[in-house]
């Protein structure tokens, strides 16, 4: 994840503390995201979980997902993601987040809005969440349309009133595709309208549903207008004092765009971008995110449930993840990754390390390069063609 304003307010406070160097080795607790359950009661085009209105099997019960908090924390981990399926389906919800807020964490809920209403806001509210992102793909149509369910959009507007009238910290996510690009102007719109104060624009990946849904994948140019967009949106907030927060995720390329739009903009600033984007590292899966599925299987993030690293119910998570780790996350640390293709030769990979592997995956080569990179040739410092001088006849 690129934290846009972060960097942006420590380009324009210099005293400002940064974000710290990678952790090297394997010591580092991760940041984790939980899938708490399976079942949504939306069918989301874009579904890395592929998840259905039904009850799954063999989920971890209350007290197996409090022993995974006590298990957690043993391992040193203190930022937790209750996610899904649609997490404020599990009946135990509000109970499982007090015995992390207890526990010291900083818990987040990611969920689709729709089950947020009246009826449960204090609930939510009394839950103390550091933050909850609900996700809008989109102007009404559009985001009905991916989510497959008409009302789906009022719902989850609704849900982010109800909360920021509870004074609950709340975050507009969507995911970019050709279908919401041109309206990414208008949801901006909506999040200051809406006093919202985080932006994550997730670019897609190929996971799940979102494999079959690749063909919809916002265009190279078409990606890169929208994190011009972040980007002038995120200085203007930092110049005129604004409290918001932007960030994107799935797409590390983001990050040496980043560079280059402050190399135009304020090139004074360009050298220390630079040593603070090389301090972050880039794609962190497997390493400093973390992510465990409904049924206790661990991945080395939530778009790798095709494989499985250990599981909670067989052994800790210190075990599975810090001191045995398998062959994969340790491969998946190294830094910068041992990638291939205009992966092993641009100049920029370590800052982006490599972007999102899942990509690879998905076109058949887990360390091949990623489709998803938007930058030329030239702007990753490949060998440029000779042109062949024409003869006039």
Request: glycine letters at 8%; proline letters at 4%; a negative charge.
């Amino acid at each position: 994840m690129l934290r846009i304003s972060h960097y942006l307010r420590a380009l324009a406070q210099p005293a400002m503390p940064v974000l710290g160097a990678r952790s090297t080795g394997t010591s580092r607790p991760p940041v984790v995201i939980w899938n708490l359950l399976r079942r949504c009661n939306l069918t989301c085009k874009h579904c890395y979980a592929t998840s259905a209105d039904s009850v799954f099997r063999d989920e971890l019960d209350t007290g197996e997902a409090l022993k995974v908090i006590d298990d957690l924390h043993a391992a040193g981990v203190r930022v937790l993601i209750l996610s899904g399926g649609e997490p404020l389906l599990r009946d135990d919800i509000f109970l499982l987040s007090e015995y992390a807020r207890e526990k010291g964490f900083f818990v987040a809920l990611s969920t689709n809005g729709t089950l947020i209403n009246d009826g449960n806001i204090e609930q939510i509210a009394a839950a103390r969440y550091d933050y909850v992102g609900i996700s809008i793909d989109g102007l009404e149509a559009v985001h009905d349309d991916w989510r497959q369910l008409k009302g789906s959009f009022a719902a989850s507007m609704h849900a982010i009133d109800l909360c920021r009238q509870h004074d609950i910290r709340v975050g507009l996510r969507t995911t970019l595709t050709q279908n919401n690009y041109p309206q990414l102007p208008a949801l901006l719109t909506l999040m200051r309208e809406h006093d919202v104060q985080k932006f994550y624009l997730s670019h897609l990946n190929y996971s799940g549903r979102g494999k079959r849904s690749r063909k919809a994948d916002a265009h190279h140019q078409m990606t890169r207008d929208a994190m011009h967009q972040l980007f002038e949106q995120a200085w203007d907030d930092v110049q005129n004092g604004r409290e918001t927060d932007f960030v994107s995720g799935n797409n590390d390329a983001d990050a040496v765009l980043l560079l280059q739009w402050v190399e135009a903009r304020m090139p004074e600033h360009r050298d220390r971008l630079e040593r603070m984007l090389r301090a972050w590292g880039g794609n962190a899966s497997g390493g400093g995110i973390a992510n465990i599925d409904n049924i206790g299987d661990v991945h080395p993030d939530t778009y790798w449930w095709q494989h499985t690293v250990g599981n909670v119910r067989r052994q800790s998570f210190r075990e599975l993840w810090l001191d045995q780790p398998e062959p994969l996350l340790a491969q998946l640390r190294q830094h910068p990754r041992a990638v291939t293709g205009r992966c092993a030769e641009c100049r920029w990979l370590s800052i982006c390390n490599g972007n999102t592997r899942t990509r690879a995956w998905a076109e058949g080569n887990l360390w091949g390069e990623d489709p998803g990179c938007y930058l030329s040739d030239e702007e990753i410092g490949l060998p440029q063609p000779q042109r062949i001088p024409s003869i006039a006849i």
